[in-house]
């Protein structure tokens, strides 16, 4: 590979000198860390001097109160007056008067006092709901709590004195129907937060963003990025294929595959749409699919995905994403699959938007998904709508027992990830950074339904590098995964045998149905597996199966009633041919390193 035709200097160099770096809020406002760095001795020691400031000046104060009330307003005026004095908040806090009876500016008020206290950003607007990053990075809704904590430290809330102490300024609390009026809002001026990254990965426009903190493309750096180096693609390839030497990839595909895999969370904002799910598959347990799953991740998300068993109840899979996607998870893992058949996972997978209700409420919320979901497990069986939502990546051994090996590259290839992490990534990102210093070139890359800006630049991307083989196992992913298809197929064929083009109901050809393995029929009674049968149906409404077309035709004893229409001829379950992808594969070999 030739690296200065790909835009390569050929020497390690920092990332941050680039132009096309964006520096994120934090650096802008000449702070690295989530929230002032507090000297807990030094804030001590002052607050222990505050306290007997307070208590000298209320001793030499000339006015003496009558009673334990006006003692403890007199008190508490005093010491008003002297944290005024020492005032403890960088820059001061906007003053709010609590007793006011105009709750619409006093939230206004507050919202301006957020917005000051808020630099550097840890406050944000997501999934329309106003929230707080913590400084390990977890997104925590801000509840009426919380937001009461927030406000109590960035603003200087007061009532007026009376009598004796009329115009002072006397501290309150924020009124909790203030912080319900501001949470009721529709919209908060607070800045719009898409995603978290542990790791640096580059904007919608292709600059990097590297640094600790907010950026204005709206993702939140977290972890220690300052090492991240520049290096030629040729080194680059050979580090990326060195973490892969120990893992038998069954072909060159799978191999590619892995590598898109990896590089897809760190240009996740230059990809306008969806991204597939990674299908991580062996013949056999030990293999190390998980593994490669867990490493790929440890390196691209910075170890920020989130693992979760396989659900045969569409409502739980649901609340679990929507509870995952909510915390900003990175990537979501589905750890140990057998068969995969869910249309709930099906739609996560392909919405750039994750719309569900809030768990205990009656609220609706919209929220921006942005994970990449990854599946592992052993021969995995999947439907076909989630067949064609994901890349395969197949391990195969060539031993009984692949536990058993002893040999490796990288015997403790977890710690070496942990220790090497920051090269790795930094690999990652010279690959991509290549690519787009030449211009973004786009290569000849194989459609792929629904994902096709994925395929374009994940596929332009690899091929810049000179790694063949993206996406070219699609075809056979679909001939092995799409078991369902092949039964109905069959099960279509028994029913034109028995009916003809005759017109019938779900009962009709219920004494089939029950005969015949592998519809996907889920339920536990009879009746719920009926109900699914006549849904499997409208699902399949002018699909064709073989030479039959299953259409609808109108009612029968009050019924939705069927036939097959010959269609004459031999049609694909998916309808469309396969075209092999034309990338070439240069220079880089992966696969079948098993003893």
């Not at 908040?89 to 008020?109: F, M």
Request: contains cysteine; neutral net charge; glycine residues 8%.
């Amino acid at each position: 590979m030739d690296d200065k035709k790909n835009g390569s200097t050929g020497q390690m160099e920092p990332f941050h000198n680039g132009a096309d770096v964006e520096p994120s809020i934090n650096e802008r406002s000449n702070s690295g860390n989530m929230q002032p760095d507090i000297d807990f001795f030094k804030a001590r020691k002052k607050a222990e001097e505050i306290k007997a400031a307070i208590q000298d000046r209320s001793k030499a104060s000339p006015e003496k109160p009558e009673t334990k009330k006006q003692k403890k307003l007199h008190d508490a005026a005093i010491a008003d007056e002297v944290r005024t004095e020492n005032e403890l908040t960088p820059g001061g806090r906007p003053q709010i008067h609590a007793g006011s009876a105009d709750i619409a500016a006093q939230a206004s008020d507050s919202w301006i006092a957020l917005e000051l206290a808020n630099d550097p950003p840890r406050l944000f607007t997501y999934a329309g709901q106003p929230v707080r990053m913590t400084t390990e990075g977890e997104i925590q809704p801000l509840t009426q709590d919380r937001m009461l904590f927030e406000l109590e430290r960035s603003a200087f809330w007061y009532h007026l004195g009376t009598g004796k102490f009329s115009g002072m300024k006397i501290k309150a609390r924020p009124p909790r129907v203030v912080v319900q009026d501001m949470l009721a809002a529709p919209e908060s001026p607070l800045p719009r937060l898409r995603r978290i990254s542990a790791a640096p990965c580059f904007d919608s426009t292709g600059k990097l963003c590297a640094s600790f903190g907010f950026h204005n493309s709206g993702v939140y750096i977290v972890g220690n990025t300052s090492n991240i180096k520049t290096m030629p693609v040729s080194e680059a390839v050979k580090i990326i294929g060195d973490l892969f030497l120990d893992f038998p990839f069954q072909d060159q595909a799978d191999f590619a595959n892995a590598i898109a895999f990896l590089l897809t969370p760190f240009c996740r904002d230059i990809i306008q749409g969806p991204v597939p799910a990674a299908m991580l598959e062996a013949q056999i347990q030990g293999t190390g699919k998980t593994l490669l799953c867990e490493i790929i991740l440890d390196v691209s998300t910075g170890g920020r995905f989130e693992q979760t068993a396989p659900s045969g109840d569409e409502d739980e899979l649901r609340k679990r994403i929507t509870s995952l996607l909510m915390a900003g998870a990175s990537a979501v893992v589905i750890d140990n699959c057998e068969t995969v058949n869910s249309g709930t996972l099906a739609s996560a997978i392909t919405a750039t938007r994750w719309t569900d209700r809030i768990l205990g409420k009656s609220e609706m919320v919209s929220i921006p998904n942005n994970a990449v979901f990854a599946l592992t497990g052993n021969n995995i069986a999947l439907s076909g709508e989630i067949a064609r939502r994901v890349i395969r990546i197949r391990l195969q051994s060539k031993t009984a027992a692949p536990w058993e090996r002893k040999e490796f590259r990288h015997p403790k290839i977890k710690t070496y990830v942990k220790e090497n992490r920051t090269r790795l990534q930094s690999a990652c990102l010279s690959i991509i950074q290549s690519w787009i210093d030449a211009g973004k070139p786009l290569a000849d890359v194989e459609g792929f339904g629904s994902f096709e800006s994925y395929a374009e630049i994940i596929g332009s991307i690899l091929h810049h590098a000179g790694i063949g083989g993206f996406l070219q196992n699609r075809r056979a992913l679909f001939e092995e995964a799409d078991s369902e298809s092949e039964t109905w197929k069959s099960f279509v064929y028994e029913w034109y045998e028995r009916h003809g083009p005759s017109v019938v109901t779900s009962a009709d050809l219920w004494p089939m149905a029950i005969d015949a393995d592998g519809l996907g029929l889920p339920g536990n009674t009879d009746r719920a597996r009926r109900t699914a049968f006549g849904m499997k149906l409208q699902k399949y409404r002018d699909r064709i199966f073989g030479e039959y077309r299953i259409t609808r035709a109108g009612t029968r004893h009050k019924s939705a009633a069927w036939k097959l229409q010959n269609e004459g001829g031999t049609y694909g379950t998916f309808g469309t041919s396969y075209t092999p992808s034309r990338i070439k594969n240069e220079n880089i070999q992966g696969g079948n390193r098993s003893p």
